[in-house]
C-alpha cells in the first residue's frame, strides 16, 4: 500500500519561504516521478511542479518559476517543495503525487498520478 505524507504546511508573510515536504512508503518510490499540485477553495486542483524518478527533469508551472523548486531525495524516499517569495494567491491545499507508470516524464496532467497524500495547508496572509 503506498503511502503519502505531506508536511511543512503553515501561515507565512507575503514574501515568506517555506519548505514542503512529502515521504512516501510501500512502493518503489525511485522508479517513479512525482508531482505537486495545489487547490485553492472553488478552484480545481492545478499543477504546480513535477520532477521526474531520478530528478533529472524538473518542471514548474508558469506562476511560481522563478520562486519555487521541486527537488528530491530517492535514499530518503522523500519529495521537496521549497517555496519562495511566496504570494497570497499561493494560498491552499497542496498535494503531492506519484505517477501512475514507472520512469515517466512528470506529467502535468493529474489523470498521470495515481496516489495522493492528505494535504498541507499554505495560507499567505498579507
Excluded at 486542483?45 to 527537488?71: C, M, P, Q, Y
Aim: proline content about 1%; some cysteine.
Amino acid at each position: 500500500q503506498v503511502q503519502l505524507v505531506e508536511s511543512g504546511g503553515g501561515l507565512v508573510q507575503t514574501g515568506g519561504s517555506l519548505r514542503l515536504s512529502c515521504a512516501a512508503s510501500g512502493g518503489a518510490f525511485d522508479r517513479y516521478a512525482m508531482g505537486w499540485f495545489r487547490q485553492a477553495p472553488g478552484t480545481d486542483r492545478e499543477f504546480v511542479a513535477s520532477i521526474t524518478w531520478n530528478g533529472g527533469t524538473t518542471k514548474l508551472a508558469d506562476s511560481v518559476k522563478g520562486r519555487f523548486t521541486i527537488s528530491r531525495d530517492n535514499a530518503k524516499n522523500t519529495v521537496y517543495l521549497q517555496m519562495n517569495s511566496l504570494k497570497s494567491e499561493d494560498t491552499a491545499v497542496y498535494y503531492c503525487a506519484r505517477a501512475r507508470v514507472v520512469y515517466g516524464l512528470g506529467s502535468i496532467n493529474r489523470y498521470e498520478y495515481q496516489y495522493w497524500g492528505q494535504g498541507t495547508q499554505v495560507t499567505v496572509s498579507s
